[in-house]
């Protein structure tokens, strides 16, 4: 049985049309075209990377890539605070968390952040061929079911920063957040900056008002990422990190909000609470 071309242009224009027509179809649709568009940017450029492992660079092709996509789809973003960043030393950068759209957020960070790297756990680096790709941009990866593990993983997150000044992304609520509230840290990047004796650079990215995952609604938005003053960590102990980590949220939750409402604005979007 063959399908003719003014059947396959049938169903392309159906497909169209129930996409244009249904904020459900082309949320998803737009979703998928992403996590399409990332996994080829990041794997796309494996040869050239093969030439300079663990190498930050690496990823600076499949973020600017990502960033241009991310324009396509709706989902832009302007970065402040760049006078904030330290080249000439390490760091662990904190960042809420969102969305799998938080990548293009990774992907404007990444350039101008310095040594940059990010922590994911050990079965990432088993998606062949996605976790060779982020092995060769330096990703470390983390067996979160072995305490021995994740202990080593502290200790040489904390010689990369102070060795090769590396600026180590987490998210530090450790999952997706949406509400008006950043969801709970976890101490584990705490303990690295700890460990370390680094700095803290806190980044806060605008709530996603464009982006609604119950309703499944995915327009378009202009979004803030805003890159905040340095903590120092020097001088802190284990003992400290309650404090500490009370500290930067508070800090953080306050520019959350603000950005938030500015972003509203500038989006030119009224929500009722």
């Known amino acids: 049985m063959t399908t003719s071309n003014g059947e396959l242009l049938g169903l392309a224009f159906m497909a169209f049309f129930i996409i244009t027509l249904s904020s459900t179809a082309r949320y998803y649709f737009k979703f998928f075209c992403f996590i399409a568009f990332s996994v080829v940017c990041a794997v796309g450029p494996v040869p050239l990377m093969l030439f300079r492992p663990r190498d930050y660079r690496n990823a600076l092709i499949p973020a600017y890539l990502c960033i241009g996509f991310g324009k396509m789809l709706g989902a832009s973003f302007t970065v402040r605070g760049k006078e904030n960043i330290q080249r000439n030393h390490g760091g662990v950068v904190l960042m809420n968390h969102q969305s799998a759209l938080d990548l293009i957020v990774l ?140 500290r930067v949220q508070k800090m953080m939750q306050r520019e959350y909000e603000q950005l938030s409402e500015e972003s509203l604005s500038i989006n030119n979007i009224s929500e009722v609470h």
Request: hydrophobic letters at 45%; one cysteine or more.
């Open 107 to 246: 992907a404007e960070l990444w350039p101008i952040m310095g040594r940059s790297t990010v922590v994911a756990k050990k079965e990432v680096l088993y998606m062949f061929p996605f976790g060779l790709a982020c092995w060769l941009w330096g990703t470390l990866f983390i067996d979160r079911q072995n305490r021995d593990s994740a202990k080593s993983v502290i200790n040489k997150e904390a010689k990369a920063i102070n060795e090769k000044q590396a600026k180590l992304l987490f998210f530090p609520e450790g999952t997706r957040g949406n509400g008006d509230r950043l969801l709970p840290f976890k101490k584990g990047s705490f303990h690295v900056a700890v460990e370390s004796q680094a700095f803290i650079q806190p980044v806060v990215i605008s709530k996603y008002h464009f982006l609604k995952s119950n309703a499944k609604i995915f327009n378009r938005g202009q979004n803030i990422i805003k890159i905040l003053p340095e903590v120092p960590c020097a001088g802190l102990t284990k003992d400290d990190i309650p404090e500490l980590m009370e």
